[in-house]
């Protein structure tokens, strides 16, 4: 959930996202022809699909304009609001 | 693969290969060839082959040489080595000091210290690099 960096906790990502279903329902896009679309290499697509990055406002709206879909409907915060 | 990963081991393959070669010319230079060990050097002309790296794996053509993913793991090793290269070279610092004391180290003692910082910082970039990319496995998507 956390880690540590110097002794201060720094929350981790809890931005999830539907990329891999858009991706299958936009006529079964490989996630190479995404990254080629949004001017990246596949890994990254990749580990955004698992979680394990978290893309720039940029890529964000880059991806959610390949699949035609506002950047909500492709990411979502999960986290708490203060 | 791509192609940053790609770098970071072919970067470590050819300074670990150039390190063993001058490792082993030291050790035989210093064994049958006495006062020429400096020759132990030349091995290291083959870290110019790190920046062969585009001529060896040129760019296809469509193909993303890197996105801002790599950029941020680039950086993050950046700081990583830099950081290593600093506490080695504090250290190494110290050393003289608590083993001669006031006294004198040889003059060649900076230089190979700096090359051997040049070394880890090389060394210690490409696995902060294949450490964040997983290792490159399951095709490098940590």
Redesign the interface.
Known sequence: MFSTVGGAKMAKSEISNNIRRLRFENGQMTQQEL??KA??????I??IE?G??S??L??AFKIAREFGVSVEDVFQYGGKAR | M?RVLKYAWYQLIVIIAATIFAAVTLLIAALYFRGKEFSAVIPFCLFAFVHFYRVIFPLKP?E?A?????VNIKNRATRISFTIFWYVFALSCLIPILVIGNGSIHVMYLGGVLLCAAILIRIMWSIAVIVQ?GWGG?????
């Open positions: 990254a080629d001017g990246v290499t596949r890994q990254t990749i580990a698992g394990k990055y893309p720039s940029t890529l | 791509n469509g993303i890197f996105d801002e993913r790599d990319y399951k095709d490098g998507e940590k």
